[in-house]
T-cell receptor, first 109, second 119 residues
Framework: DQQVKQNSPSLSVQEGRISILNCDYTNSMFDYFLWYKKYPAEGPTFLISISSIKDKNEDGRFTVFLNKSAKHLSLHIVPSQPGDSAVYFCAASITKLIFGAGTRLAVHP | DTGVSQDPRHKITKRGQNVTFRCDPISEHNRLYWYRQTLGQGPEFLTYFQNEAQLEKSRLLSDRFSAERPKGSFSTLEIQRTEQGDSAMYLC?????????????????FGSGTQLSVL
């Protein structure tokens, strides 16, 4: 059962524009959501998180939005930079983190 | 560097052999997780420890897999009688969590993983 879904396997964005990565979940018991970023041959690194009691969290160029009624969250990166090119994983937690399949973001000049 | 360390980085083995991986978490972290990742998928939970106690194990984890965390410090993951389907990246992560809490409202710090290839 895939409780956390990232339906877009890839996304290509021009440098300076906004990148929007989407994530859907099915379990209403999830109480915390995180985004991780992964470069090749490295482990995932934490990017930003949001509690289920909030609808927005911002950290520099990164903003995460949570829509609990739709069981949907999104990560906005503004402005996108070539160094943002990586695989982004959405994760949700109860007693452990459950990850989506990831979205590969390519930011081109 | 005081990050999560995993050893080895790569392991090639023949089907039927046993393999063991080691993870050294960030020293003050009380939780340690093992995940497995295959190509095109996200990390899949295997098991986790709070200190030396193994608190949860995925039902996907067959009896051929066993993990230990003696003394609540480093951890080992052993796979017995490896199969080609075991080929994956095995990731370890650690976190600092208030004792007794059941939720994971803290961020996990991942190691670089051990890439296992079973021939």
């Amino acid at each position: 059962d895939q409780q956390v879904k990232q339906n877009s396997p890839s996304l290509s964005v021009q440098e300076g524009r906004i990148s929007i990565l989407n994530c859907d979940y099915t379990n209403s018991m999830f109480d915390y959501f995180l985004w991780y970023k992964k470069y090749p041959a490295e482990g995932p690194t934490f990017l930003i998180s949001i509690s289920s009691i909030k609808d927005k969290n911002e950290d520099g160029r990164f903003t995460v939005f949570l829509n609990k009624s739709a069981k949907h969250l999104s990560l906005h990166i503004v402005p996108s930079q070539p160094g943002d090119s990586a695989v982004y994983f959405c994760a949700a937690s109860i007693t452990k983190l459950i990850f989506g399949a990831g979205t590969r973001l390519a930011v081109h000049p | 560097d005081t990050g999560v360390s995993q050893d080895p980085r790569h392991k090639i083995t023949k089907r039927g052999q046993n393999v063991t991986f080691r993870c050294d978490p960030i020293s003050e972290h009380n939780r340690l997780y093992w995940y497995r990742q295959t190509l095109g998928q996200g990390p899949e939970f295997l098991t986790y420890f709070q200190n030396e106690a193994q608190l949860e194990k995925s039902r996907l984890l067959s009896d051929r897999f066993s993990a230990e965390r003696p003394k609540g410090s480093f951890s080992t993951l052993e796979i017995q009688r490896t199969e080609q389907g075991d080929s994956a990246m095995y990731l370890c992560a650690s976190s600092l969590s208030p004792s007794g809490t059941a939720t994971t409202n803290e961020k996990l710090f991942f190691g670089s993983g051990t890439q296992l290839s079973v021939l």
